[in-house]
């Protein structure tokens, strides 16, 4: 079982406000990185898949960065909103087995109007 | 657009009775796996499936098994269930490692 970590656990933040967390993991073995954001009611959301050292991501407001050689990411969000409120999780796969990620336990965002 | 469907949103049983909790994807993706969610424990993988009748244990498969019979279909069977196996439920399927998981809404299950 891989050994990944998120922080923080959670967060509140005010509206408008641009915020970031981390997702470490260990950096050998590297295949990809899946980030997903986890509203309450719904079902898991793929943000990103990431794959490249160095890359880089965008959707709308919300980012992402990859650093395989050290194994972290950092998932921001610029502007917060209410409806940003959610779960984050990460996920790295290492290419070994039938396509099986390891999820961190996830930064609660709660974004405060 | 993508769907996974899982059969019941809330199920409550009785500790003792085989639960059956179905999956159902429209992508025809070959992959498809079974999580739980506990509070402070994230999504742990329970069993997957690469292909149709093929099965691999996940971290947590003790208690559980599963079927796949045909490839849009993974079952998710609790043998006899127990109060411990209380827990939101959920069903994804992908085409592989670099795509992205796709995930059905749950079954939040109470097991009295």
Redesign the interface.
């Known amino acids: 079982i891989l050994n990944v970590e998120q922080s923080p656990q959670s967060l509140h933040v005010q509206e408008g406000d641009s915020t970031n967390f981390t997702c470490s993991f260990p950096s050998s073995n590297f295949y990809a990185l899946h980030w997903y954001r986890w509203e309450t009611a719904k079902s898991p959301e793929a943000l990103f898949v990431m794959t490249l050292n160095g890359d880089e991501k965008k959707k709308g407001r919300i980012s992402a960065t990859l650093n395989t050689k050290e194994g972290y990411s950092y998932l921001y969000i610029k502007g917060s909103q209410p409806e940003d409120s959610a779960t984050y999780l990460c996920a790295p796969y290492s290419g070994a087995g039938s396509y099986q990620l390891t999820f961190g336990k996830g930064t609660k965002l709660s974004v405060i109007p | 657009d993508v769907k996974?469907t899982q059969s019941s949103r809330y199920l409550v049983k009785r500790t003792g009775e085989k639960v059956f909790l179905e999956c159902v994807q429209d992508m025809d993706h070959e992959?498809m796996?079974w999580?739980r969610q506990d509070p402070?424990?994230?999504?742990?993988?329970i069993y997957?499936?690469?292909d149709v009748k093929m099965k691999?244990k996940?971290?947590i498969p003790e208690g559980y098994s599963v079927s796949r019979e045909k490839k849009e279909r993974f079952s998710l069977i609790l043998e006899s269930a127990s109060t411990n196996q209380t827990s939101m439920y959920?069903c994804?399927s992908?085409l592989?490692?670099?795509?992205?998981?796709?995930?059905?809404?749950?079954t939040r299950l109470s097991i009295l």
Not at chain 2, 40 to 45: A, E, K, N, P, S
Not at chain 2, 96 to 106: E, I, K, L, V
């Open positions: 996974v992959n796996f999580y402070g424990l994230g999504l742990r993988l997957f499936s690469y691999e996940g971290d959920l994804a992908t592989g490692g670099n795509q992205p998981q796709h995930f059905g809404d749950g």
